[in-house]
């Protein structure tokens, strides 16, 4: 019987999403094979890891590609993204706290892409007015993902309802990012109404 390479990364995926210290056996049991067939697609979890951060990186880049990013307000693209990268936001939540990932030579190219394109974004908003220009596209970029974490987990562990992730993660980073006119600004806009 032939294994469903992705049918193992998806169970996977959903285990150590809610319990990221789950064993290999668990993976197996989770996965509906034996140890011997996981290992066998894995040499450990290392190599496991690996090939969930390369799905949940191709995942990420759907959803880049799906959120449309040049097209309208940066603020709406922002929304866009959000709401496209909400399915692979438990996968993230987990990759995000995987260190090994991101230390060292061997860390995938893929997430730099990532981080470009949406720090691209920011960047995007910053010039025609609609983001604050005071938080780096970079420092907005972490804090979506950070947001994105935080969402997929409070939705796992049943202290946010599935159907306000995406209110809660774009209300507060847009919130947060989004241009208030000056104070000067806004008497100047009252005094002419």
């Not at 998806?10 to 067939?37: P, Q, Y």
């Not at 709406?76 to 399915?87: H, K, S, T």
């Not at 159907?163 to 990012?177: P, S």
Request: net charge negative; glycine share 8%; hydrophobic share 45%.
């Amino acid at each position: 019987m032939a294994v469903d390479r992705d049918h193992v990364l998806r169970s996977a995926a959903a285990l150590l999403t809610r319990k990221s210290t789950a064993t290999m056996d668990e993976v197996a049991k989770a996965a509906g094979i034996s140890r011997a067939t996981l290992h066998r697609q894995f040499a450990g979890r290392d190599a496991l890891v690996r090939a969930l951060e390369a799905l949940g990186i191709a995942e990420c880049e759907a959803a880049l590609d799906a959120a449309r990013l040049d097209d309208g307000p940066a603020s709406d693209a922002v929304r866009r993204l959000v709401r496209a990268v909400e399915p692979a936001a438990p996968l993230l939540a987990f990759l995000y706290t995987e260190n090994q990932l991101f230390e060292g030579e061997e860390q995938n190219t893929g997430w730099a892409q990532m981080d470009d394109r949406i720090s691209a974004l920011f960047r995007r908003g910053q010039l025609n007015g609609e983001f604050r220009i005071d938080l780096t596209p970079a420092w907005l970029t972490e804090a979506l993902y950070g947001l994105l974490a935080s969402g997929a987990w409070m939705v796992q562990s049943g202290k946010g309802a599935p159907k306000d992730f995406h209110h809660m993660v774009v209300e507060l980073l847009l919130g947060g990012a989004l241009r208030h006119a000056a104070p000067q600004e806004s008497a100047i806009q009252s005094e002419e109404s």
